[in-house]
């Protein structure tokens, strides 16, 4: 099998540091680091585990419309142009 | 209907109505008969229409009926729902930006016309097809059988399983037949409101303010301590297993690739991803908090299947009151819209792949455009018909049917992830990163370890197979006698001379 050449490469990818930061907040929302026998605390009618859980999970929502809305990777000029069917 | 009186199926037969005639409407707006009208509406999903039909396509029968099952039987463990359905935004963000414009630039239709253009092995793009092909014919699978559930459920049992399975499938096959992707779309766009309509409803319904869920809370912790403790370690570890699986196979939905494909343009692509990212928080969300409210409120009705749940509650509900009675409406018109609006996507990309990539490759190789789009048309009535008869007898559960489709697409998922990001990575490695994390998965499970450690076998097969690309990618890179810095160095001089020819050809 003969190895292709590389296709057009799009080079602008998002930058490198978002992904420890969404490593992190992913990992935030799993609740490895509790003592399993931690004493039931409720919050806002939940175990205080999920609120974390779901605070960290917020967290990526917001971290990734900050993402989108700021570092979309730039595109060719033509890559919007209207194309024939 | 008996459970929930004639107004259920009044409120379904006016849907069902409604969905068919913007089906037809959708024929009259067709531009041509080629495949990009057909499968991608001719390209020109707008922002709204691209949300909605993402956010129906993405949330289907199995995350209103599956996962509100799941949740009463794990507690609260199962919020790790909604972190699974962000997972999957996040991993779009990994390839879609690239894919879009490569899409674009070169007309794709189907998964596969990226995979011939990127990897340019016919051997890889096969494999890789049958692969999707028996991951979303699973998923397809999976929505015929939540069809029938909901039907047979909510009437208690007077509309038959069989019946719900039949009348649903041959309405989604009808508008998708007459409107493709333009039908489909603009369908999902009714069902996506009704999807919002019914979670509204549900919550209502469920009502699940701080001091009844702080009640029901209190409860679980002595009478079910697991549900509510926090997870152990294995508990941990599947947590983890299900944020890669879920993340990396629903980025790779083919008909959620078609609709990267079909957006009109860049901002549409962008407007509906931040907006996406928050559906999971206010839909698993919700279906997560009555699931758990459920654990309660059926204590004494016994021990119950999981995808039955829902269904309960609804029945329950609507005896209630009125309101609730209306409320319990809305959520099934939203249950059968969210089913329907995920079998017609599925359907669509599974005939494109099938019309355009298997039987255009072969035996219509050469074939007209019109030719191909009609022979997609009959794919999709012998596959559904075909479909329907494995429904009729299920063996598995809906959550069952999820984890088997996604571990498959897990394998799938480097060529187009690590395809559209690492342009080193060599098709060789790809293609054996993807038969030996293959071949792992299947051994696992024959095995009898579909998870090991608490891990899903299609998670660790995808480390198998992510590995596989990196060693034999590098191992390529030294056999050529690059180091990575002479490899980036390359690279850099072709990104020049690329962009010097297309200087040149601007001047």
């Given at each position: ?85 | 209907m008996t459970s929930l009186g004639s107004g259920a199926g009044v409120a379904v037969g006016l849907y069902l ?47 209103l009926i599956?996962?509100p ?81 909901i039907t047979a459920g909510l009437s208690g049992g007077t509309v ?34 009704m999807l919002i309509v019914g979670l509204t409803g549900l919550l209502l319904a469920a009502s699940p303010?701080?001091?009844h ?73 919700s279906?997560?908090?009555v699931?758990?409210l459920a654990?309660?409120r059926l204590?004494?009705t ?6 039955q749940v829902l269904p309960l509650l609804l029945t329950e509900w609507s005896a209630s009151s009125p309101l609730l009675y209306a409320l319990s409406l809305l959520v099934i018109v939203a249950i059968v819209s ?170």
């Amino acid at each position: 099998m003969t190895e292709p050449e590389p296709p057009d490469r799009h080079p602008d990818h998002f930058p490198e540091w978002i992904w420890p930061v969404y490593v992190a907040l992913f990992t935030g929302s799993v609740p490895w680091y509790m003592p399993r026998d931690a004493p039931l605390r409720i919050w806002f009618g939940l175990p205080h585990w999920v609120v974390i859980s779901l605070a960290s999970t917020l967290g990526v929502a917001v971290f990734t419309w900050f993402v989108v809305h700021h570092f979309w990777p730039p595109l060719p000029d033509d890559a919007d142009e209207d194309i024939p069917q | 209907m008996t459970s929930l009186g004639s107004g259920a199926g009044v409120a379904v037969g006016l849907y069902l109505t409604a969905i068919l005639a913007i089906g037809y409407a959708a024929r009259r707006s067709r531009a041509s008969e080629s495949l990009a009208d057909f499968y991608l509406a001719g390209r020109q999903l707008s922002g709204p229409v691209l949300l909605l039909t993402l956010y129906a396509t993405q949330y289907s029968g199995n995350s209103l009926i599956g996962y509100p099952g799941e949740a009463y039987r794990l507690g609260f463990s199962w919020v790790m729902s909604v972190g699974f359905m962000m997972a999957i935004i996040v991993a779009y963000l990994l390839y879609a930006p690239q894919l879009y414009v490569v899409a674009r630039r070169h007309h794709f239709i189907t998964p596969g016309d990226w995979l011939s253009y990127r990897f340019r092995s016919p051997v890889l793009t096969l494999v890789a097809n049958l692969l999707l092909v028996a991951a979303i014919a699973n998923y397809l699978l999976a929505q015929l059988m939540a069809m029938g559930h909901i039907t047979a459920g909510l009437s208690g049992g007077t509309v038959p399983y069989w019946v719900g399975v039949v009348l649903l499938t041959l309405i989604v096959l009808v508008y998708e037949t007459v409107g493709g992707m333009r039908a489909v779309a603009w369908t999902d766009l009714v069902q996506g409101l009704m999807l919002i309509v019914g979670l509204t409803g549900l919550l209502l319904a469920a009502s699940p303010t701080p001091t009844h869920m702080a009640a029901v809370t209190e409860w679980l912790a002595r009478e079910a301590p697991e549900k509510v403790a926090v997870p152990g370690w294995d508990v941990c570890r599947n947590w983890f297993s299900t944020l890669a699986l879920i993340g990396f196979s629903g980025a790779v939905y083919p008909q959620a690739i078609q609709r990267i494909y079909a957006a009109r343009d860049t901002a549409a692509l962008r407007r509906s991803f931040s907006i996406m990212i928050f559906m999971p928080m206010v839909t698993t969300g919700s279906i997560f908090l009555v699931g758990v409210l459920a654990i309660e409120r059926l204590r004494d009705t016994g021990p119950i299947e999981g995808d039955q749940v829902l269904p309960l509650l609804l029945t329950e509900w609507s005896a209630s009151s009125p309101l609730l009675y209306a409320l319990s409406l809305l959520v099934i018109v939203a249950i059968v819209s969210a089913i329907m609006s995920t079998a017609d996507s599925v359907l669509l990309s599974l005939s494109s792949i099938l019309a355009k990539d298997v039987l255009g490759k072969t035996v219509l190789a050469g074939a007209e455009e019109a030719h191909l789009t009609r022979t997609g048309k009959l794919v999709s009535w012998v596959l559904v018909t075909a479909l329907v008869g494995i429904a009729l007898n299920p063996r598995i559960t809906l959550w069952g049917l999820t984890e088997l489709k996604m571990e498959i697409l897990a394998q799938v998922a480097p060529l187009f992830i690590l395809g559209a990001s690492w342009s080193k990575l060599t098709t060789r490695a790809a293609l054996a990163g993807m038969l030996t994390g293959t071949t792992v998965y299947i051994a696992l499970l024959a095995s009898g370890s579909p998870e090991p450690w608490n891990i899903h076998a299609g998670v660790v097969a995808l480390m198998v197979n992510v590995a596989v690309c990196v060693v034999m990618t590098r191992l390529r890179q030294r056999e050529i006698g690059g180091t990575d810095s002479l490899d980036e160095k390359l690279t850099g001089q072709m990104d020049a001379l690329k962009r010097s020819s297309l200087n040149k050809s601007m001047l």
